[in-house]
C-alpha cells in the first residue's frame, strides 16, 4: 500500500526532483489542509521540469515516521503516570513529551524519514 499524490516538476538535484504538491481534498473538504498547501516535495527521480508526476511514499515508512515523532514521547509520558506518585513528575513529563513532539517536527520533519518517489504520470 502506498500513498500517492499529484504534482509538477519545478527543479531538478542530482538524483531528485522538487516536486510542487496541489491541494488536495477529501470529500470536497479543505479542512485539514487549507494552510498547509501548496508545498513542494522533494522526491527520487529523474523527470523533466513541467512533467506531471505522481509522487508515493510507503504507508509503512510514514508509520515509522509517526512511531518516531508521536509514539515515543507519548509512550514515555504514559510510564510516567503509570509509575509516578507525583503530580509534579506526570506534569514535568507532560511537558518534557509536549516539547519533544515539537522539537521533532522543528529540527527532524517526517518527511526526513521517508523514502518519497516520483512516478511520471
Not at 62 to 90: E, K
Request: charged residues 15%; glycine residues 4%.
Amino acid at each position: 500500500m502506498t500513498l500517492r499524490s499529484c504534482g509538477t516538476v519545478v527543479a531538478k538535484e542530482n538524483d531528485h526532483v522538487i516536486v510542487r504538491i496541489e491541494q488536495e481534498r477529501c470529500a470536497n473538504c479543505v479542512g485539514c489542509v487549507r494552510f498547509s498547501y501548496p508545498k513542494k516535495i522533494s522526491a527520487i527521480g529523474t523527470q523533466a521540469i513541467g512533467e506531471r508526476v505522481a509522487v508515493r511514499s510507503s504507508a509503512m515508512q510514514l508509520a515509522l515516521a509517526s512511531l518516531l515523532a508521536f509514539g515515543l514521547p507519548i509512550s514515555t509520558f504514559s510510564l510516567a503516570v503509570w509509575v509516578s506518585s507525583s503530580i509534579w513528575i506526570v506534569l514535568v513529563m507532560l511537558a518534557l513529551s509536549i516539547t519533544t513532539v515539537y522539537a521533532v517536527m522543528l529540527f527532524a520533519p517526517l518527511g526526513n524519514f521517508l523514502k518519497v518517489y516520483a512516478e511520471t504520470i
